[in-house]
Structure formats: C-alpha cells, structure tokens
T-cell receptor, first 116, second 111 residues
Framework: AQTVTQSQPEMSVQEAETVTLSCTYD???????LFWYKQPPSRQMILVIRQEAYKQQNATENRFSVNFQKAAKSFSLKISDSQLGDAAMYFCAYRSGGRNTGKLIFGQGTTLQVKP | DTGVSQDPRHKITKRGQNVTFRCDPI?????LYWYRQTLGQGPEFLTY????????KSRLLSDRFSAERPKGSFSTLEIQRTEQGDSAMYLC?????????FGPGTRLTVT
C-alpha cells in the first residue's frame, strides 16, 4: 500500500523569505501523480501544484515549485517570497496513475506560519 | 466559474440519527469523490464516482454509509445511525481524470 509522510508538523517563515516543506512517499508503482494542497484556516482545500512521475522536470506555479526526487521518493514544496496569505496547512498527496482509480492518499499535513 | 458546493455546511445531530449531505460538483467534471477529515489530519478517501457509477469504496465506508450519484450530477452521502466517531468534516471533490478540486465541506457534529 502507498503511504505519504510529512515529517514537519509545523514550520514558520518570515514574510518575503523562502521556505521548503518536505514530503516523502512509499510506492512500488512507476506511474503516479503527486500534489500539494493548501488548506487555510476554516477554508477549503486548494490545489497548489501537480507533478507527474514520468516527468523529470520539476513543476512550477508562480512562487510555488517542487523538488521531485523520484529515486529518493521525495517531493518537497518550495514557497518563494512568502506572503501572509500563504499561512495555511499544506498537504502532500499521492494518486496512482491508473485511469480507473481516483483515490488521493494524503500526508498528515504541515502547518505553515508566516511572520510579518 | 462555480466551484464545488456542499450543503449543509454544518450539521449537528444526535447519536443514532440519520444524516444526508449533498455535493454539487463543477458541472463539466464527471468524477466525484468523498473524503472524511478529522481535526488536524489529512483527508481520508471514502468513495469515488465516475458519472453515476460508484467505482471505488474505502473500507472506511462501513455499511452505515451510503453514497449515490443518481444522474451523474450531484451526489449524496448518507450516514445511518450516527455515532460520535462519525464527527468530522466531510469533503467532496470533483475533477477531470488526474486532478481534484474540493468543496468547502460539511462539518458533522454528533452529540
């Protein structure tokens, strides 16, 4: 069975600085997708970024980028130029690559605090 | 662009009562998912529909839980004979094949 582990329950960053959130996963599959979701306090989950396992190039979305290390089964999220609005719980998630599945497997989450 | 909507947003019920939640997905999405999230934890998968067909169910979905998506549009999740352990946020998501977009959730409190 696949598992996702986020080993940092809490992180903090100074506004305008850069922070990296860690995620590791375990799978025997070669075809899969990885995601980072953001969940602000009392607000809904927002998709931040997606990475296909078959792509070597790391995904980037504006200030958000990932470091995908397939051999190490590591998938970290880097947030550049942190803003107060980035404060939230961040979840790493895994999806098998099959067409007939849809289940996301989530990590435990990392709470990010942004200090002004 | 209308996102995923869920109704009600909050539900307080007494143990033993039945509750039903509704999810309206983004209109062009044929895939719909239900998850359960307890405080401070990541969401846990419950079930998944492609159009009206329920294709995957978690073992978390006990026989007290049932989900439907009768016409491939909105979906309902029913919990019968609620227990205190059912207290959680119930999240619905929809999406194309490889992405999921979440609704605001229904927070269930069983007293």
């Amino acid at each position: 069975a696949q598992t996702v582990t986020q080993s940092q329950p809490e992180m903090s960053v100074q506004e305008a600085e850069t922070v990296t959130l860690s995620c590791t996963y375990d799978t025997s599959e070669s075809d899969y997708y990885l995601f980072w979701y953001k969940q602000p306090p009392s607000r809904q989950m927002i998709l931040v970024i997606r990475q296909e396992a078959y792509k070597q190039q790391n995904a980037t979305e504006n200030r958000f980028s990932v470091n995908f290390q397939k051999a190490a089964k590591s998938f970290s999220l880097k947030i550049s130029d942190s803003q107060l609005g980035d404060a939230a719980m961040y979840f790493c998630a895994y999806r098998s690559g099959g067409r007939n599945t849809g289940k996301l497997i989530f990590g435990q989450g990392t709470t990010l605090q942004v200090k002004p | 662009d209308t996102g995923v909507s869920q109704d009600p947003r909050h539900k307080i019920t007494k143990r033993g009562q039945n509750v039903t939640f509704r999810c309206d997905p983004i209109s062009e999405h044929n895939r719909l998912y239900w998850y359960r999230q307890t405080l401070g934890q990541g969401p846990e998968f419950l079930t998944y529909f492609q159009n009206e067909a329920q294709l995957e169910k978690s073992r978390l979905l006990s026989d007290r839980f049932s989900a439907e998506r009768p016409k491939g549009s909105f979906s309902t999740l029913e919990i019968q004979r609620t227990e205190q352990g059912d207290s959680a946020m119930y999240l619905c998501a929809s999406g194309p094949i490889y992405e999921q977009y979440f609704g605001p959730g229904t927070r269930l409190t069983v007293t």
